[in-house]
């Protein structure tokens, strides 16, 4: 691309390049500091990395782009009329924009990715600044999308985005025109942490995982009805018992991000402690939203149908529902062939290894008030001899798309350092591998440090951070440390799994 002129540049500084998003005066000489930080950690990056190929079985990659060098977090794949739109939320941090010249906090990215082997950087929507401690605090990490002629009151025309501002607010845009967003409106602000939130696209209701500075937990959920993105409306606060207002004793695990089935389905699923002491709940979605609200034990307690608890060296970061699946073992046992499950993924924390082992648990819920754990999957380590390549090792979390393509078939899991692996649930008592990628490294990808100075040591390495796919099949995912997306396929006698072409 072109380096922008200089007169280009200062025009650039006068004028806003998103519609509806205002600079907050004060914030520059951060976004310059976190800017030379990026800098810095691209030079040191590119001392540190090895050269390194990209391993894979079974997955090969379609296209590439680097989105500016940014710290990703999640992928939304969504069809926008005759095109694929790809909105990718960020970590906090700070990079140079190419599309303006200027120098943006981490935002969310967007894409046309119609064509997966030459994405199109469309725009980027800056976020929230980071502090000059902890830059990845602030960023816009979460996205969902609904279109407005599936939300029951929403203008039938427009596309809509729901998306954190950092650590302190939840926040909806127009991206009917995807190169060219404006923010309508703040649902929610003044919150002390955010994270993965959940949005029904045919009803509008939103699970929005806040952190209230009146509860006693990092974060909890506030449900709202968005079928009228212009006009929020607020209809409970949710969590576990304990971590109300006024409750005593220890509060549980926060909560990390809620899956719903709507109103066909009517449950929620829900993690809790991402990367220890994971709980997972199981919810009657109509008890939740039109049962009693007033946060006390026994209300909170109401739409629970099912709750685990899992050891301290456990986690839960994302629940995915696999209903309904035919296990051909059990054909001619007397209850026949048919279960639901539920698969959980645990965050790595730790850099090296550091911290217990997270995995994928998979649960056989057909009765729902008896969660029975029934297998893991994990990836062995001297496979690749992870534990000694830096950064994290271990799930980070799975693709949340019930695409065609892949559900009840395949799910992919991010597992960082060892990229994202395809695994075959058609039979969860039984989940198997059947491919993998693990990009590698560029000269943006920025070290990851373990230990303390004088002891501490950084390396160059992948930190595949999530993973999401579209309903023609493709399979998206983004690095942590700035190494980009990666669009891939399966290959080979892994798509004889999926419902592929």
């Known amino acids: ?78 069809q926008q009329g005759g095109r694929w739109i790809a909105y990718i939320g960020h970590h906090g941090g700070a990079a140079p924009n190419p599309l303006t010249g200027q120098v943006e906090n981490n935002g969310t990215s967007i894409l046309d990715v119609t064509d997966p082997a030459h994405p199109l950087y469309l725009a980027h929507i800056p976020g929230e600044p980071g502090t000059p401690e902890k830059l990845e605090l602030g960023g816009a990490q979460m996205t969902r999308v609904c279109d407005g002629s599936s939300l029951p009151h929403a203008d039938k025309s427009k596309v809509y985005l729901l998306r954190t501002f950092g650590n302190s607010a939840h926040e909806l845009w127009d991206v009917s025109d995807p190169a060219k967003p404006r923010r309508l409106s703040v649902v929610l602000g003044g919150l002390r942490d955010t994270h993965k939130s959940w949005w029904e696209c045919d009803t509008g209701i939103a699970y929005l995982v806040s952190g209230d500075p009146q509860w006693r937990t990092r974060r909890m959920i506030k449900i709202y009805d968005l079928s009228d993105p212009e006009e929020p409306v607020f209809l409970r606060d949710f969590g576990l018992p304990g971590q109300q207002p006024g409750a005593t004793g220890t509060a549980p695990s926060e909560v990390h991000g809620p899956i719903s089935t709507g109103p066909k389905g009517n449950r929620v699923y829900v993690a809790y402690g991402p990367g220890r002491s994971g709980i997972v709940q199981i919810l009657d979605r109509e008890k939740l939203l039109n049962g009693p609200k007033e946060p006390t034990d026994q209300n909170l307690l109401y739409p629970q149908i099912a709750r685990v608890d899992f050891p301290a060296a456990a986690g839960a970061h994302t629940t995915f529902p696999l209903l309904g699946l035919d296990i051909p073992e059990f054909a001619k046992m007397k209850d026949g062939p048919r279960r639901d499950f539920l698969a959980v993924t645990g965050e790595s924390l730790a850099e090296d290894c550091h911290d ?9 819920i057909t009765t729902e008030t008896a969660p029975l754990g029934v297998s893991t999957f994990t990836v062995p380590e001297a496979s690749g001899g992870f534990c000694g390549r830096g950064g994290r090792f271990g799930t980070h979390s799975s693709n949340e798309s019930f695409a065609p393509a892949y559900y009840g078939r395949v799910m992919f899991f991010a597992h960082f350092n060892a990229g994202v692996r395809a695994v ?8 198997k591998e059947i491919g993998y990628y693990i990009p590698a490294v560029t000269g943006k990808t920025q070290p990851r440090c373990a230990g303390t100075a004088p002891n501490q040591t950084c390396k160059s390495v992948i930190q595949t951070n999530n993973v999401e796919v579209d309903d023609r099949g493709y399979i998206y995912i983004v690095d ?9 396929q399966l290959t080979g006698p892994a798509r004889a799994a999926a419902n592929l072409p």
């Open 1 to 78: 691309m072109t380096k922008p002129s200089a007169a280009l540049l200062q025009a650039n500084e006068s004028r806003n390049p998103i519609q509806g998003f205002k600079r907050t005066p004060g914030r520059a000489p951060l976004a310059a500091l976190a800017a030379l930080l990026f800098v810095l950690a691209a030079a040191c990056s590119a001392t540190l990395a090895a050269p390194q190929q990209p391993e894979s079985s079974n997955m090969q990659l379609v296209g590439f782009n680097d989105l500016q060098g940014r710290s990703a977090y999640q992928p939304t794949i969504h």
């Open 480 to 488: 942590r440390v700035g190494t980009g997306l990666h669009i891939l």
């Open 424 to 431: 075959d649930v058609r039979d969860p008592f039984h989940p």
């Open 356 to 364: 217990s082992r997270q995995m994928v648990h998979f649960f056989d």
